[in-house]
């Protein structure tokens, strides 16, 4: 993932049904050669994958900001338990004290058990 692996945010682009991109500043981790992100299942990424897995990626800021060029990739809802697992350990790992004070607040904000994860190949 030369160029995608070692920034802190990636801007995820789906398409909606008419075609229209929409970007989105993401946290993720590399594991076994595939970007894996979180996020809750309801979102509207989320529903744009299960309609269609073409998405783009490129290195961005906090904000969106794009910070390198945008790659075409292959996009998949995960289902996997322990895969999930994985993921989840990661970004703790790579994220720390954000991370686990957004699992906080999405226990308490009833959202934990409602997420969803997505693999990135590029």
Same mark, same amino acid.
């Given at each position: 993932? $030369?160029? *995608?692996?070692? $920034?802190? #945010?990636? @801007? *995820?682009?789906?398409?909606?049904?008419?075609?229209?991109?929409?970007?989105?500043?993401? =946290?993720?981790?590399?594991? +076994? %050669?595939?970007?894996?992100?979180?996020?809750?299942?309801? @979102?509207?990424?989320?529903?744009? *994958?299960?309609? @269609? @897995?073409?998405?783009?990626?490129?290195?961005? +800021?906090?904000?969106? %900001?794009?910070?390198?060029?945008?790659? +075409?990739?292959?996009?998949?809802?995960?289902? +996997?338990?322990?895969? $999930?697992?994985?993921?989840?350990?990661?970004?703790?790992?790579? #994220?720390? =004290?954000?991370?686990?004070?957004?699992?906080?607040?999405?226990?308490?904000? %009833?959202?934990? %058990?409602?997420?969803?994860?997505?693999?990135?190949?590029?």
């Amino acid at each position: 993932m $030369t160029g *995608l692996g070692d $920034t802190r #945010y990636l @801007s *995820l682009a789906t398409y909606r049904a008419n075609g229209a991109e929409v970007a989105t500043p993401m =946290w993720y981790v590399v594991l +076994d %050669g595939a970007l894996y992100m979180g996020t809750t299942a309801d @979102s509207g990424k989320v529903k744009r *994958l299960r309609r @269609s @897995s073409r998405a783009r990626v490129a290195p961005c +800021d906090a904000r969106g %900001g794009v910070k390198g060029r945008w790659r +075409d990739a292959t996009a998949r809802l995960v289902d +996997d338990p322990e895969l $999930t697992k994985r993921i989840e350990a990661a970004l703790v790992a790579k #994220y720390g =004290w954000q991370k686990r004070l957004l699992n906080l607040v999405a226990r308490f904000g %009833g959202r934990i %058990g409602r997420r969803a994860w997505i693999e990135i190949r590029v």
